[in-house]
């Protein structure tokens, strides 16, 4: 999955020169978000009347800044998706022309190859490239906003904490690494419900495929329909993990709507702090949040992206085996199947595969 991209010498310049622009531009983006923030801070100084500030100065500190940032961003914002889209696609061509020779060349059938070799590859590529960017975004938010928040600190009255060094980080931290802990434990069976309803999906293509140019035989209905009521158990034991998942998830987005408010509100009515810094705190403070909680609104997310790399892990080991390659089979009198055998009699009866035993590292048994 990462050797046909990174490391041939067709498409590693692509790889690590996109790399490289994305990463230029996550951190222009996450420096403007920075100006954003004082921006915000000049907001609500005007707002509150602690500063006077010209028309002149309104107007170059408050309208044109706002408007040149705006724009900034949603250009930055184009243009990572276009490179992210750009960058997907090419790898989404290494990873097939790295598997089709050996797919092409490998006498045991896979199961679900259309499944494997397009949906599975563009997904993964698709979904792991957002997973890290996200990543990537979270890490610089941290590099830029956490010493804004470390300083910010002392302005803010906390109970037990108010004589604490960067006092508003570490609360944040500490929550943050609870919910993870609660999060894994609500979502611990979704990589393998993810799992099973591919494979399940895998093999009701395949036999609309084969039911497609063999529409004359009368099981057909009745063999998809039973291949619709496994998809429908699959997909109900999704939907049951995934309601507590969504309901721990829900909890936790609405405990982070609460909580700030309560604690500026406090300190602004106590007298602690002006309006003006409480604006560039809540604006600091919120993307500390959401890169704290990276992990946790991703948290389904990797759970597929585990799952569909499951799938082609097994791909992997299936054509990746020389002794399943035609030119060794030959020579042991192995009798080439898709000739031989029907591929009806290849569904009934699958050959025997690698399945997933759930374990706690994610490998095939």
């Not at 042991?332 to 290849?346: F, L, Y």
């Amino acid at each position: 999955m990462f050797r046909s991209y990174f490391l041939s010498w067709k498409w590693a310049p692509l790889a690590f020169g996109g790399a490289i622009i994305l990463l230029s531009l996550f951190y222009f983006q996450v420096e403007t978000s920075s100006r954003l923030g004082e921006w915000m801070q000049v907001l609500g100084d005007v707002v509150s009347g602690s500063k006077d500030y010209s028309l002149e100065q309104l107007l170059d500190k408050f309208i044109f800044e706002a408007v040149k940032i705006a724009a900034i961003l949603i250009g930055i914002g184009a243009v990572i998706n276009l490179v992210s889209s750009l960058y997907c696609w090419f790898w989404y061509e290494a990873m097939t022309y790295y598997y089709l020779p050996n797919w092409n060349k490998t006498l045991r059938d896979i199961d679900g190859p259309s499944q494997r070799l397009e949906v599975s590859i563009k997904e993964f590529v698709n979904k792991f490239l957002g997973v890290v960017k996200s990543s990537v975004r979270a890490i610089l938010v941290l590099f830029m906003f956490v010493p804004q928040i470390w300083a910010l600190s002392k302005y803010y009255d906390f109970f037990y904490f108010s004589e604490v060094p960067g006092k508003l980080f570490w609360i944040v931290l500490i929550i943050c690494i609870v919910a993870l802990m609660i999060t894994s434990f609500f979502g611990i069976n979704l990589k393998k419900c993810r799992y099973d309803i591919n494979d399940a999906e895998a093999v009701y293509r395949s036999a609309l495929e084969f039911f497609q140019r063999n529409k004359n035989r009368d099981d057909s209905c009745a063999k998809l329909t039973d291949l619709m009521i496994n998809m429908r158990k699959k997909n109900l034991r999704l939907f049951h993990n995934k309601l507590w998942y969504d309901l721990w998830i829900g909890l936790y987005a609405q405990l982070w709507s609460v909580l700030p408010i309560t604690f500026f509100g406090y300190n602004v009515f106590s007298g602690f702090v002006k309006y003006g810094i409480v604006s560039k705190t809540s604006y600091a403070l919120g993307e500390v949040i959401n890169a704290l909680s990276t992990p946790i609104w991703l948290y389904e997310e990797i759970t597929n992206i585990k799952s569909v790399a499951l799938r082609i892990t097994e791909l992997e080991a299936s054509i990746n085996d020389p002794k399943n390659w035609r030119e060794i089979q030959k020579e042991t009198g192995w009798e080439d199947r898709r000739a031989v055998i029907s591929p009806r009699e290849e569904f009934v009866e699958p050959l025997p595969k690698m399945k997933y035993k759930g374990n706690k590292k994610g490998k095939i048994k």
